[in-house]
């Protein structure tokens, strides 16, 4: 029996489905549904329902519960069946990240892992064209009404795109049981079905939106090209490396030597002090270089980035872009979602009157990963005593047996600059800037560190051995990442695959079933998530959602992480430098 046997046998009905709509002013939801097509793999059998402008009834065309949908994407399609209000299916294979599954790190497309590609890297003919492709979306796209030969053109285009996916996912299904050849089909199956299932949240999310504070955000756009030239010299006064708005790397080298970073800061091939994003995100742990980071955004700043905001509901959406990462995380766009914007400007976020927003984030996620899959008890006992950087400054002698983060900040800090440096493969020079301490200290911190936690060495020694042999390491739950026959093991990325990518693994695993339990996920944020909870129910959903969430844990690498809650009722003050930044901001447009 093949595996696509075996996935015929498990299902009365198959569907490869796929639907067009006009998406809202986010360009992320539906506004209307326009149509949907189906094709029963069994009976080879279409079905093809205009759907727009008709009464929305909520009765769906298929059982949700027992049909298995296939789908190239599939949040697309989920949006339609959650706009026309037939639910969320119970079983979807998305074929698109199975091709990222497969392909993400193998394959290097122009226009990316789209379903022409791929349908063209199997070999299959007779396809439409991208330019055929883009003359369909434009007549959806830019008309209101459609005649009837309309209707039937875009039915048409609809259906050549399912027999496109019809044709991908029979290719695929070999490609996955050729990939891996051992592994039960039972296993394989309920892999491809979890990772369907997390798409379909990623859908109940974005549709969700985050709440915002409408009124501020179009006070701040309004405003703040009225007053962003005098609120930056006012606050480049404190660092004066900006002439106006242009940088002046005269003034710039002279706050590098005030700080005592000229001898360590990176410089150009022509011996400029190098100041792009990424070496200055090195060292923003300095006040002054977090300071000219955020003047530097703002400099660059013409209107308010990370919020695209629906006008029918005032909610902020954009595509999460789960499995965007070769980790497999989420990869927003940088652009449009507010939690890759600068922390001040979370103060725009905002709970509807009666709900709270409630921050919910792993504490220590990568250390507790990185103790239960290597099952180093050393590392298990750092995590559960409460604070990881004190016990282990304990376990290294560096501070004595009651020393707490109150009594001994510095050391505490040492060790969390150190695990950094263990989950990120950074070396003893890059330890020793960051510590601001001697290279042969650093060292000596490095080997003590490995002594500590030698199982754990161990254990991610094998990995990267079995992933040099095998050219792939894979997560426990079948997220695979190939090597090239010329690619190292021993890069940092490979370090830290296989905590990051089981991190993704978790949080869909709370996802999924946050979703189950009807709690309202309105954005994901690394190993975090963000609910919006009515007021009455607060303490008993936050429960709920902590529980899910170690739970998630525990199903994914065999052990409980702990989960913190930070509730907002109002908006959502930040603390320190940034809430004073965006009280800075909003006071200049107060004044004006």
Not at 550 to 577: F, H, L, M, R, T
Request: hydrophobic share 40%; net charge positive; glycine share 4%.
């Amino acid at each position: 029996m093949t595996f696509l046997d075996y996935i015929k046998n498990k299902f009365e009905r198959i569907l490869i489905v796929d639907t067009e709509y006009k998406p809202d002013s986010t360009n992320t939801i539906p506004k209307d549904v326009l149509c949907i097509v189906y094709k029963d793999l069994k009976s080879g059998e279409h079905f093809r329902h205009w759907t727009y402008k008709k009464d929305k009834s909520g009765t769906p065309h298929f059982d949700m519960q027992e049909t298995l949908f296939v789908s190239f994407y599939a949040p697309a399609e989920v949006h339609s069946f959650l706009n026309l209000y037939f639910g969320r299916p119970n079983s979807i294979w998305d074929v698109y990240v199975e091709n990222a599954k497969l392909y993400k790190s193998k394959r290097s497309y122009k226009g990316g892992l789209n379903l022409l590609n791929t349908a063209n890297a199997y070999g299959i003919k007779n396809i439409m064209s991208a330019q055929e492709k883009k003359i369909e979306r434009d007549l959806i796209l830019e008309q209101e009404t459609y005649t009837p030969e309309e209707e039937l053109r875009i039915l048409d285009y609809c259906q050549k795109d399912v027999d496109t996916t019809a044709q991908v996912f029979e290719k695929q299904v070999a490609d996955i049981e050729k990939h891996n050849k051992g592994i039960p089909y039972e296993t394989l199956l309920w892999q491809a079905l979890f990772r369907g299932q997390s798409m379909a949240c990623v859908a109940v999310v974005e549709k969700n939106g985050i709440p915002v504070d409408v009124n501020k955000i179009r006070e701040f756009e309004y405003y703040w090209p009225k007053v962003k030239i005098k609120l930056i010299e006012k606050l480049n006064k404190e660092i004066n490396v900006f002439d106006g708005l242009r940088f002046n790397h005269i003034k710039f080298e002279k706050l590098v030597r005030k700080i005592n970073c000229i001898d360590i800061w990176p410089r150009t091939f022509t011996n400029k002090l190098k100041t792009d994003l990424e070496t200055l995100e090195k060292f923003k742990h300095i006040e002054q270089i977090q300071k000219l980071l955020e003047l530097s955004r703002l400099t660059r700043q013409t209107n308010l980035k990370g919020y695209v905001v629906s006008e029918t509901d005032g909610r902020s959406r954009t595509r999460l872009n789960m499995f965007g990462a070769i980790t497999s995380r989420c990869t927003p766009s940088t652009a449009k979602y507010p939690f890759c914007s600068s922390a001040w400007a979370r103060n725009f976020m905002r709970p509807i009157p009666m709900f709270a927003l409630v921050y919910l984030d792993y504490v220590s996620q990568e250390p507790a990963i990185q103790a239960y899959l290597s099952g180093d008890e050393n590392l298990l006992a750092a995590y559960k005593s409460g604070d990881i950087y004190i016990h282990t400054a304990k376990l290294a002698k560096m501070v004595p047996q009651d020393a707490t983060k109150k009594s001994h900040p510095v050391e505490r800090s040492i060790f969390k600059v150190v695990f950094l440096a263990n989950s990120y493969g950074m070396g003893p020079r890059m330890l020793a800037k960051k510590l601001k301490i001697p290279i042969g200290e650093a060292k000596a911190l490095m080997i003590k560190f490995k002594k500590i936690y030698s199982v754990y060495y161990a254990w991610i020694e094998r990995q990267l051995n079995n992933a040099g042999r095998d050219r792939r390491i894979s997560t426990c739950f079948g997220w695979d990442r190939y090597l090239s026959s010329f690619q190292r093991t021993n890069d940092r990325s490979m370090l830290n695959f296989p905590i990051q990518s089981h991190g993704a693994e978790i949080l869909r695993m709370a996802l999924i079933n946050l979703c189950n339990e009807h709690i309202e996920v309105v954005a994901t944020v690394h190993d975090a998530v963000v609910c919006h909870i009515p007021i009455p129910e607060l303490q008993e959903q936050i429960i709920k959602a902590k529980k899910i969430m170690k739970d998630a844990a525990v199903a994914v690498v065999n052990g409980p992480i702990e989960v913190e809650s930070q509730i907002i009722k109002s908006n959502w003050g930040q603390g320190g430098e940034n809430q004073k930044l965006y009280e800075q901001i909003m006071e200049a447009i107060e004044d004006y």
